[in-house]
């Protein structure tokens, strides 16, 4: 389902652009003059997302004999927030997006006898993203911006604190990443259109090490990975 909806936005924003496109070609029009007078503005986000760990092993895994391979496979996500939005002169923006994360990631094990273990991980994150924008000069109703920032994000889906037997590792509730990416603005009369990629490094352990479960104890480290496409409506 979430594949389906990626893809119904990546659609309907391509679609978008290209009525922009023809549009300021024809008109001529510079909307963004109308934007460049306020100090701040408010707006929607909408997202889709990859997302995996990059995997550390541990020691353990170089001794057990049980298990010969430990990996991440990606899993699609979608992102809804909101977004904040206030200038710091003609070239920068300082940005504050709380965001609703749903995700879902994979860990997939082989054993010694050819068989597979699979690990599901569904989060709903709430996310906390900071980012400093700086904008290009515009070019009629189009403009490049680059960001960079941080992020604090809680699971509040997470198995941190469960003891069930079924789960092969455990997952911390908590994460900090930092973010950079690149998109453009496209001034329409009423709202800012902004598409944008970016990359999210996690810069903490999101395993919780137990070695009395045979799957955790041969990773020593999980750093979350992500790579965004998102939508913003701004005005």
Known sequence: MLNILGKKIIIVAAAILLVTSVNAQIKGTYNFLDFAQKPYYFGITLAVNSASYQVVHSDAFIRNESIRIAESLTGSSFNLGMVTNLKIGQHFDFRFL?????TDRKLQYFT?????VDKAISSVFV???FHLRYKSEPYKDFRLFVIAGAKY???????????NSNDLVRIAP???????????QIFFPYFIFSPEI????????????????TYSSVLEKLLSR???LSFHFEG
């Open 153 to 163: 994000s809680f699971d509040v889906a997470s198995n941190s604190r469960s003891r």
């Open 198 to 213: 970016k990359m999210s490094h996690g810069l903490s352990n999101a395993l919780i090490y137990d070695d009395q479960l």
């Open 112 to 116: 010694t006898y050819n068989s597979q």
């Open 127 to 129: 996310e906390l993203p």
């Open 226 to 228: 992500a790579f965004t």
């Open 98 to 102: 709380p965001t609703l994360s749903f």
């Open 174 to 184: 908590s994460d900090f990443s930092i973010e950079y990416g690149v998109g453009v």
